[in-house]
């Protein structure tokens, strides 16, 4: 366990990275698909289904589920300087949205929305092309303004697109 932010005891780096590597890998997995599917037909909470899966993780890792659910919380604060774990931390939060879309939408609405997001994330690696252009503390610049306009949107990833125009009115600021 890390010390937190604060005192509080806290997941370790590894221990993090091993749940969401277990999590990624246990929902791409016909039979959790199959469960969460089922939980959707008897009218619960898909997220239910989810939170019940890293729960059982948590428990195979040794680590009271309450406790390691509470973590999760506290990623973005206590980690929020080691980006590789932030990004595997994004990484497990979009996999299990998408797993309760998958789930809780029709399948042509599923295919519209996974549609958008490849479209998003192809504009979001134009956009991150672009910034590589700039120097290591410009691109500092530019990332802490993605992050606050990110953070201001409720994380709405739509908000982190930025024109080559945008990002060059970040870096004269």
Known sequence: MATAAGG????????????????????SLPEFKDRI?????D???????????QEEILREMGID??????????????YENDMDLMIKF????????????????????????????QELQQQQ?????QIRKYSPESQSVILETLRKQLES??????????TPEQIQEIVEK
């Open 65 to 78: 589920p309450g406790f390691g659910i509470s973590c999760l919380g506290k990623v973005n604060v206590v």
């Open 37 to 41: 599917a089922d939980a959707v037909s």
């Open 153 to 162: 949107a409720d994380f709405d990833t739509s908000a982190s697109i930025s």
């Open 90 to 117: 994004y990484q497990f939060v979009a996999k299990e949205e998408m797993a309760i879309d998958e789930a809780e939408l029709e399948p042509l609405e599923f295919a519209e929305k996974m549609h958008t997001q």
């Open 43 to 53: 009218k619960q909470e898909a997220v239910a289904v989810t939170t019940e899966v």
């Open 125 to 129: 690696l134009e956009m991150l092309v």
């Open 8 to 27: 509080g005891s806290m997941m370790t780096r590894e221990q993090l990275l091993h749940l969401f590597s277990r999590f990624s890998f246990l929902t």
